[in-house]
């Protein structure tokens, strides 16, 4: 669902642009730009088809070399170069050469053929385009925020736009790590560049934290394989230098389950945003025993919890606090064995029994009971999902 520079001669009218490289890129076409100056990256944000006249400005073939190499940095979509005319009459072959070379789209216009039509029937296509892509994302929207099951007239619906409804999908929900508002736009170019690299029959998905992205797998794909999927966009979004958490999950039989899976991406995305690096991936099947937590949807019965088993070490900021809920946690780890839970913090056993005496006066807490002890560690896996809440609650008031 995307328009590129190969498709712009199958566009009626278009027929005597001529495409001369460029016949694998999928970086799709967002508007048409006229190059007026030299330099094209100040200007350009990514998914541009630039069109090169030279009635202002002529160019030479290193300055041709240097329009291709800003517009691959600037992710545009391809360049037109208008020929035939007394600005330019072909095109230097080393410069078809130079941009085969880094699969750019060049693509030829004769220069009889007007500029405003050029402009007219492209954006009229992009329009198209872009009505039926907001059918098709309004319809996945559907499927996501749909708490029953699927009607009849649902699986019609995807029929009707080119969808499997009971093809296996893999779905993540990403949540950018971004400065100001100004990033989204450059977010929502990439990630659709990247579904369209991935031929991925689904749009991009907005959501109140991030964006939804759906691609479409095999029943049978093993987790790590659903994972090397995923890795593919780490690489892509790192070389745009974008920093993101990832929350992936899977629906096996597809649309039905989608709205299921979609959850689960968001729990396992509000656990990547708790992970001490950037843009960590988490598959939902990662969280063990933390799905049944991230599962109750109140999050006041998880608070409630925290404070009275955790007591004064909830969210603590405090060194010596957050040394103690380090030394429990690893303690925990070690299966409740002293020595072992020494010898990796690297303290005397004596100084671990007064740190755990200290927990337990703080949180009431009887280390030796059980029951106490098995509570106080739901308590720790659960407060990084209270928290992760708190902050969402906190940014959807802001």
């Not at 880094?102 to 954006?123: G, R």
């Amino acid at each position: 669902m995307a328009i590129r520079a190969k498709d712009i001669p199958l566009i009626p009218g278009l027929e005597s642009i001529n495409l001369l490289t460029g016949e694998a890129s999928q970086q799709a076409i967002r508007w048409p730009y006229l190059a007026e100056n030299k330099e094209l990256a100040p200007w350009l944000t990514g998914g541009e088809l630039v069109f090169v006249t030279g009635i202002n400005l002529q160019r030479s073939e290193q300055e041709y070399y240097q329009l291709i190499d800003e517009a691959l940095e600037k992710s545009a979509a391809g360049m037109v170069i208008l020929t035939h005319s007394e600005f330019i009459d072909t095109i230097p072959e080393c410069v078809i050469s130079y941009a085969n070379q880094h699969q750019f789209a060049v693509l030829e216009q004769p220069y009889s053929l007007p500029m405003v039509k050029v402009t007219e029937l492209i954006c009229k296509a992009l329009i198209q385009d872009n009505l039926s892509s907001h059918s098709l994302q309004h319809f996945i929207s559907h499927v996501i925020n749909s708490p029953n099951q699927l009607s009849l007239l649902s699986r019609h619906r995807a029929k009707e736009l080119g969808l499997n409804f009971d093809a296996a999908i893999s779905i993540a929900q990403l949540q950018p790590q971004v400065s100001d508002a100004s990033d989204l736009n450059v977010w929502v170019f990439q990630l659709r560049q990247w579904l369209n690299r991935m031929r991925s029959p689904y749009p991009l998905i907005e959501d109140h934290h991030g964006w939804y992205l759906l691609l479409p797998i095999q029943a049978q794909d093993s987790l790590e394989q659903q994972r090397s999927l995923w890795q593919q966009l780490n690489q892509y979004l790192m070389q745009q230098k974008l920093k993101y958490n990832l929350g992936v999950s899977v629906s096996p039989q597809g649309l039905n389950q989608l709205a299921n899976a979609a959850l689960q991406a968001r729990q396992a995305a509000e656990f990547s945003q708790l992970q001490s690096h950037h843009s960590a991936i988490v598959h939902y099947l990662d969280l063990g025993v933390s799905r049944v937590f991230a599962a109750i949807e109140d999050p006041q019965i998880l608070l409630n919890f925290c404070c009275d088993k955790l007591g004064p070490l909830f969210h603590c900021q405090e060194p010596s606090l957050i040394t103690l809920k380090h030394t429990l946690r690893c303690y925990f780890d070690n299966l409740a064995s002293l020595r072992q839970t020494a010898k990796e913090l690297n303290i005397h056993r004596n100084t671990l029994s007064n740190r755990l005496a200290k927990v337990q006066t703080l949180t009431g807490c009887d280390l030796e009971q059980a029951q106490q002890r098995l509570e106080l560690q739901n308590a720790l896996l659960m407060e990084p999902i209270t928290i992760q809440r708190q902050q969402h609650s906190v940014q959807g008031l802001s």
